[in-house]
């Protein structure tokens, strides 16, 4: 909890600090990175466009879930919302660090949460609790997640066919892995999410047939979210 | 195949719904109390909807891949990392084609 009294900052140490504290997660970035990127210009995209979308997007699990999407005619409803969904968390992060984001000028702020990702969240939350008020730290992690996810997304899209036929190495199953080992991951964590996710794979599963695409994974969501919010007001 | 206008419009949307996410926690924090309830609703949400991603792409997948997701489970439930199973997962993926 920060103090009435106390004046929270974005000191240039703090930025450089942050950076520093997250360059070993960032080279754990850089597979993610390569994989979009050759899983993006497999699916038809120009290297150009993946990075781009890397750069402005910057969340890794909406923009390899909005690869499914990208073909004419585009789901943009299911897709905005498939994105709503994946990136919500976002939401959840920004609300936790809300105390301290809100005492710095508009323009800070807005360039602070703009770099909020996993990663520079956890960090900083630590150092946080212990007392300090600089979020330099911050928006340094950020910063160095966003040129590591651009930079590694430009490598596997303009340097995937380098590395011959993807494909045969597995590549396009990367994505189900990482979503798989993230998702046990949140439950392993956080014991009382197994239910939400068992109603969630049931329900994508038994409704995809009939759904339009996406749809199931929507419908699985807010059922899931209901569930794990049913399941606390016990 | 994509037209150039239709992927600029989803990367815009992408975005854009991204960076509201990133803006709408703190913009909101300064007008209500967020409810344990509601924070529950985000955190299920936002777990039930990657499930869901990987639920959906296996019902219609062939063999190999839920072989290797599997493995991913696998390896993560050992090692406790999500890098350590997306490179068993590759590693079976790659390796599958040698056992059948």
């Excluded at chain 1, 498939?82 to 508009?106: E, F, K, T, Y």
């Excluded at chain 2, 909101?28 to 309830?37: D, G, Q």
Aim: charged share 10%; with cysteine.
């Amino acid at each position: 909890m920060v103090r009435n009294s106390e004046i929270v900052t974005i000191s240039r140490a703090g930025v450089l600090r942050g950076m520093t504290r997250l360059l070993p997660i960032c080279l754990f970035v850089v597979p993610f990175g390569i994989a979009f990127g050759i899983a993006a210009t497999e699916g038809g995209i120009g290297p150009i466009q993946a990075t781009a979308m890397s750069a402005f997007v910057f969340t890794a699990t909406a923009q390899f879930a909005a690869l499914d999407f990208l073909q004419e005619p585009v789901a943009f409803f299911s897709l905005g919302l498939v994105a709503l969904a994946l990136s919500g968390r976002h939401l959840i992060m920004g609300a936790a660090l809300a105390q301290w984001i809100n005492r710095l000028p508009a323009g800070k702020r807005f360039v602070v949460l703009m770099f909020l990702s996993d990663a520079n969240f956890a960090d900083t939350q630590m150092l946080l609790q212990r007392g300090e008020t600089d979020l330099g730290p911050l928006l340094g992690g950020g910063l160095m997640l966003w040129i590591t996810w651009v930079g590694s997304t430009a490598a596997g899209a303009f340097g995937g066919n380098l590395l011959g036929n993807t494909e045969a190495l597995g590549f396009g199953v990367v994505m189900l892995c990482f979503f798989a080992a993230t998702a046990f991951g949140m439950v392993r964590s956080t014991p009382s999410l197994l239910l939400p996710v068992i109603v969630a794979v049931v329900t994508s599963a038994i409704t995809l047939p009939y759904l339009p695409n996406g749809w199931n994974i929507i419908l699985a969501a807010l059922l899931g979210g209901g569930v794990a919010a049913l399941r606390h007001a016990e | 195949m994509l037209s150039d206008w239709s992927y600029i419009l989803a990367v815009a949307l992408l975005g854009l719904v991204a960076l509201g996410t990133r803006l709408s926690g703190a913009v909101l924090m300064a007008w209500v109390t967020p409810t344990p309830r509601v924070e529950k609703f985000l955190q299920g949400m936002s777990v039930s909807v990657i499930a869901a991603l990987v639920a959906s792409s296996l019902v219609a997948a062939d063999l190999k891949t839920i072989v290797a997701t599997g493995s991913a489970i696998v390896v993560a439930a050992g090692s406790r990392s999500v890098i350590w199973a997306m490179v068993a997962g590759i590693i079976v993926a790659a390796a599958y084609p040698q056992f059948i």
